[in-house]
């Protein structure tokens, strides 16, 4: 059923009609004519056609051409008082400034001649008649003209003067035809309006029964909203949050600049290891070097690294404290959950921590030097068994089905494994993360003397597959429009 103002539009088409003339036959504003003329195309009762056109008015210089005339009719008056003959020069000084402008247009349109310095009338310009650019110029003194309403001879007319500078000026007009469609006709005859809405007075008064209301079309295109939203970056690290605590973990934080200590040294990463060189740590020159923790910390550590603990060879190296001191942007959250064990934490925990991390990588479309990792772990009388479970049971809940475990190593946890899942639209296997048991060189330092299970991924990787973009810099361009279109969860 069609509303007030769409049934009073297709009744004012009578076939067909512009926009101003359906305004003033509805009695509408032209917002409103123009509203009613989208639904009535949305149904299929109305076309609309839109034309271009040009409005042809007279400009500052043609102004002053209407009212003294165009140069060289000027200097055909001159030429025609003088017997029809003249000299350039002579006729020069009567024209003064604009009679080079003069003498251009009189050859150009064959009204003189122009030969070893004498300008003589022709037949054309002796017989006084006005040239079709001059018949237009009168007519645009008397208003603005459409460009459509002009004759092929005008548009002729109108191509010289606009050559001449400010003579004429031209502005766009595009208009709006409305035509009815087959069945806008079949329903013109009986459109009738229905209530679009279901009142407070039509209840208290009973007057909305025998009244018609429209029915309310779902499909039917509404204005685009665009609240303020987090950036999707943002809702996946809170999403990834939200599973964590659901699934009783508690969240911690550690600091971004770390001592070598934390970062490697207690998670048994040896010193000589390539990840400690400049090409993927950045070190930091202000403050160059970080108090370590306790001494019985900081020794229990050296003996693990120098074989000196029960059990272990150890690196077979000798040990340096200086190494160890050095300050650094960590590069991976795994230094925040070793500072959580050796702090001596009520046993068992499951704790994780989301951050940022940094890495000297070259920025490409797969890497950047700066990301987020989430990590977490738990501590108690656990096995490898209890690690596959909990990494199937996240992943499940971000929404990867198809999981699966390979062998992989990490210096500071044995048994390790990387986690892949199955991508269905690319039919391959993808890695998202690593995990496994911290070796007894990594906790009995710290006096932890139970098993502590131990995982961590890349949330840029993950977000990046959520998102469906190929390019991890998409994450952190800002693009305002992309992140409008993104979903609200």
Same mark, same amino acid.
């Given at each position: ?11 004012a ?13 509805t009695?509408?504003? &032209? ?35 209407l ?10 008056e ?24 003069a ?6 349109k ?16 002796? @017989? ?27 548009r ?24 009815l ?60 949050? @939200? ?25 048994f ?18 403050? &160059? ?15 693990a ?6 059990? @272990? ?6 040990w ?14 795994t ?7 050796? @702090? ?31 990590e977490?772990?738990?501590a ?44 269905e ?5 993808l ?6 048991i911290?070796?007894?060189?990594v ?8 098993p ?22 998409m ?15």
């Amino acid at each position: 059923m069609l509303s007030r103002n769409e049934a009073l539009v297709l009744r004012a088409v009578e076939g067909e009609a512009e926009i101003s003339e359906l305004v003033e036959r509805t009695g509408l504003s &032209e917002n409103a004519v123009n509203r009613a003329v989208y639904w009535l195309v949305r149904k299929g009762l109305v076309r609309v056609q839109e034309e271009a056109d040009y409005l042809v008015e007279l400009g500052e210089e043609g102004r002053e051409y209407l009212e003294k005339g165009l140069p060289e009719r000027r200097a055909v008056e001159v030429l025609m008082e003088s017997g029809g003959r003249m000299g350039v020069e002579e006729l020069g000084r009567v024209l003064g400034r604009q009679a080079k402008i003069a003498l251009g247009w009189l050859a150009r349109k064959g009204l003189a001649r122009i030969s070893e310095g004498v300008v003589e009338l022709t037949e054309a310009g002796a @017989s006084g008649e006005k040239t079709p650019d001059e018949v237009l110029l009168e007519r645009l003194g008397r208003g603005a003209v459409r460009v459509s309403a002009l004759t092929e001879e005008e548009r002729k007319a109108l191509e010289l003067l606009r050559r001449r500078g400010e003579v004429v000026v031209l502005r766009e007009l595009r208009s709006r035809r409305v035509m009815l469609t087959q069945e806008g006709r079949r329903q013109a005859a009986e459109a009738e309006a229905g209530e679009s809405q279901l009142t407070h007075e039509m209840l208290r008064t009973g007057s909305w029964r025998g009244k018609r209301f429209r029915a309310y079309d779902v499909t039917l295109p509404a204005p685009e909203v665009l609240p303020a939203k987090l950036h999707p970056l943002r809702r996946i690290m809170d999403e990834i949050r @939200s599973i964590f605590l659901q699934m009783g973990f508690r969240e911690i934080e550690g600091p971004l600049v770390e001592s070598a200590f934390w970062n490697f040294d207690a998670l048994f990463v040896p010193q000589e290891h390539p990840a400690r060189e400049m090409q993927d740590t950045f070190y930091l020159a202000k403050p &160059e070097r970080m108090e370590l923790p306790g001494e019985e910390v900081v020794e229990a550590v050296r003996r693990a690294h120098t074989g000196e603990l029960e059990g @272990s060879r150890g690196w077979g190296r000798e040990w340096s404290r200086r190494e160890a001191e050095r300050a650094l942007l960590r590069t991976h959250t795994t230094s925040t959950t070793i500072r959580y064990l050796a @702090s001596s934490p009520e046993l068992p925990a499951k704790v994780f921590c989301i951050g940022r991390v940094f890495r000297k990588e070259r920025i490409t479309y797969r890497h950047l030097p700066e990301f987020h990792q989430v990590e977490g772990i738990v501590a108690g009388e656990v096995g490898f068994a209890h690690l596959l479970g909990i990494l199937r049971e996240f992943y499940r809940r971000m929404g990867f089905e198809r999981l699966r475990f390979r062998p992989g190593y990490f210096p500071y946890t044995e048994p390790s494994l990387e986690v892949e899942v199955y991508l269905e639209d690319r039919g391959r296997w993808l890695e998202l993360g690593g995990a496994g048991i911290f070796r007894p060189e990594v906790t009995e330092p710290l006096g932890i003397r139970v098993p502590v299970l131990a995982w961590g991924l890349g949330v840029e990787r993950l977000a990046m597959l959520r998102l469906g973009i190929e390019d991890i810099r998409m994450l952190y361009m800002g693009e305002i429009p992309w992140i409008q279109s993104r979903e609200v969860r």
